[in-house]
């Protein structure tokens, strides 16, 4: 059963310190979303790629955020330096763009970050 | 520019009766509409699509949502409500007709089911 795995589940960690989200897209999926959610602003669109090429970054805070495709099966989301506001649960979503698709996307079940 | 409103933010229901859960869209052209569920602490599930074939979509766990052009909405619905369907449910249409995967989410509905 093909699912989109996201690491770690849960993080707590110490304002200021560096804290790196990995997802492994579902094989063969050429889209890879992160989204994150909080209580207070709901899903945000973080950033997106397309065939491992960033396509929009703006929804991140782009001096302590960035996100990367090192490989097909690899994204990552990395906060340096992490502050409190920044706890939230990040998702990471995949989906197939092709001739005629529907445009769905597959989450991962987050990683659930508290920073202290 | 591509929108989605969902009209109760909470839906309270008795187990065994019937589910009704509203989203009207806006879009500029002919939109894919879809329909996810958040259990607590998990990841969001598809749970329909629209995508311009039967205006009357089925899903899954017994679920099914009904585009309606002349009222723009996409209300979701099930005839009886079971525990298990106590979540929220986001209603999303896509950014551009499915060309990015780029969705809109909805604010959420959240749905107890009372025993």
């Known amino acids: 059963d093909a699912r989109v795995t996201q690491t770690p589940r849960d993080k707590v960690t110490e304002m200021g310190q560096e804290v790196t989200m990995r997802c492994q897209p579902i094989?063969?999926?050429?889209?890879v979303f992160w989204y994150r959610q909080t209580m207070k602003q709901g899903l945000e669109l973080l950033a997106y790629?397309?065939?491992?090429?960033?396509?929009?970054d703006s929804g991140m805070p782009k001096d302590r955020f960035s996100a990367e495709m090192p490989d097909a099966t690899l994204a990552t989301l990395k906060i340096q330096p992490s502050e409190p506001r920044d706890s939230a649960v990040y998702f990471c979503a995949s989906g197939l763009v092709s001739t005629g698709g529907s445009g769905e996307l597959f989450f991962g079940e987050g990683s659930r970050l508290t920073v202290l | 520019a591509q929108s989605v409103t969902q009209l109760d933010s909470h839906v309270s229901v008795s187990e065994g009766t019937p589910v009704l859960l509203r989203c009207n869209y806006s879009s500029s052209y002919s939109p894919s509409l879809f329909w996810y569920v958040q259990h607590p602490n998990k990841g969001l599930q598809l749970l329909l699509k629209y995508t311009s074939a039967a205006t009357l979509v089925k899903g899954i766990n017994g679920f099914e949502a009904e585009f309606k052009k002349s009222e723009t909405s996409f209300h979701l619905t099930k005839p009886s409500a079971h525990m298990s369907d106590a979540a929220e449910y986001f209603c999303v249409v896509s950014a551009d007709g499915g060309a990015t995967n780029k969705l809109i989410f909805g604010t959420g509905t959240l749905l107890a089911v009372q025993p």
């Open positions: 790629f397309r065939n491992r090429a960033p396509l929009d």
């Open positions: 094989l063969g999926h050429n889209t």
